[in-house]
């Protein structure tokens, strides 16, 4: 008696007689000769695997895969595999190396890229290829699986950067109107911030022509009328140039808001229009302020003060001369940039005693009070050292 399971089918063979039946027995309990077993195989289908499989794909680059068959033997044919493959097991080795086989050809129809994008299609191809096979082996094949494709980690490295590669460039096309709206949007404001800045110095530099303009008319009017004035006062007078001279000294020095001081001979004192000396002042105070500005340094400031005045007015009356001796009185042309007369240098800055702009040309430091002065407040003790007129009057 022998028993079959039901997933089992059977052929008997007498181990005495040595004969294979040809009868294909299913499940349950059944009646042999002594002597007789059971060549099993499975009713039901079964798993074969096929565990990390290299194979080299159409560009010759090595792929390893994991495949899944689920096959049976044909129940028909039963005693056919017996005489071929002895038993169950001859019979899964050898399908085994040919599915392997089959694994390694349809591998071959593939590139590097279809692997990825074309895996569902691999599938189908290779059970193709499977059924195939293992027709000429009696062999049933129901499904089949493809799992873990691995390809070579410098491949999946550039596959993973290429795609990367094209999801930056997708997020790049996506950005680029909001990129090209935004930098628009920029050039607009300051095409419009550049067309006010322009508009604004267009402006300024109009008002500032225009002051410049009316200043320069109101320089050349005083100039104009001071010019006609002296010259009248020169002809109803009948003064000669050095007396008009002499009264516009007289002049400068009744209108001046600073002390001035005037050197002479002795006895002659210095002393100045404003100040007024205490008439308690005695003899011994007298002697040490003649001690403290010695007679070199009075001639010094007395020569230098009176080159300066000089210099600074022959030019002026020396048109006014010319003026004066043709009739015809015109406003000559001065220049509004430096103060003195006689320099065309523009200004640059302005004397802290009188007030007045100078060129860089006519202005030099105090080398005490570290004061701005031009040449007419101020006198040289040496070829160095320079002093002002305040720094004078408080010595």
Do not use: W
Not at 151 to 171: H, L, Q, S, W, Y
Not at 275 to 285: A, G, H, L, V, Y
Not at 320 to 329: A, E, G
């Amino acid at each position: 008696m022998g028993r079959l399971n039901t997933d089992q089918i059977a052929i008997s063979y007498n181990t005495i007689s040595k004969k294979l039946s040809r009868e294909v027995q299913a499940s349950g309990l059944h009646l042999n000769a002594p002597g007789f077993t059971f060549i099993k195989f499975p009713s039901v289908f079964t798993s074969m695997e096929f565990d990390d499989i290299s194979c080299l794909n159409q560009d010759g680059v090595s792929i390893n895969l994991d495949a899944t068959l689920q096959f049976k033997a044909d129940p028909n044919n039963i005693y056919e595999i017996v005489v071929q493959f002895k038993d169950f097991e001859g019979y899964k080795r050898i399908l085994y190396a040919t599915g392997r086989a089959a694994v390694h050809d349809t591998c071959a129809h593939f590139n590097t890229t279809a692997f990825q994008s074309m895996r569902g299609f691999f599938q189908v191809k290779l059970l193709e290829e499977m059924k195939n096979t293992f027709t000429p082996f009696y062999a049933i094949l129901r499904d089949l699986q493809v799992n873990n494709v691995r390809r070579p980690g410098d491949f999946e490295t550039a596959v993973k950067d290429k795609e990367a590669a094209k999801e930056n460039i997708k997020i790049a096309e996506n950005e680029r109107p909001k990129l090209l709206t935004q930098a628009r949007t920029e050039y607009q404001k300051a095409l419009k911030q550049a067309q006010i800045i322009n508009e604004r110095a267009e402006t300024d530099s109009t008002i500032i022509l225009n002051q410049a303009d009316a200043e320069a008319q109101a320089v050349r009017a005083r100039y104009s009328t001071e010019t006609e004035s002296f010259a009248k006062l020169k002809n109803k007078m009948g003064l000669t140039v050095e007396s008009l001279l002499n009264y516009m000294a007289i002049r400068i020095i009744g209108s001046s808001k600073n002390d001035v001081y005037i050197n002479m001979k002795s006895p002659a004192q210095m002393m100045s229009r404003k100040r007024k000396f205490s008439e308690n002042n005695n003899d011994e105070q007298d002697v040490k302020q003649r001690q403290r500005m010695t007679s070199y340094h009075l001639n010094t400031i007395f020569q230098t003060t009176q080159q300066k005045l000089y210099d600074g007015s022959k030019n002026f009356f020396r048109k006014l001369n010319d003026s004066t001796k043709t009739n015809d009185i015109k406003p000559f042309q001065v220049n509004s940039c430096c103060s003195s007369l006689h320099c065309t240098i523009p200004m640059l800055s302005m004397c802290d005693y009188c007030e007045k702009q100078y060129c860089s040309n006519h202005l030099m430091p105090c080398s005490q009070c570290n004061k701005i002065y031009c040449l007419y407040c101020s006198t040289n003790i040496s070829n160095e050292l320079t002093i002002c007129l305040t720094c004078v009057q408080n010595e």
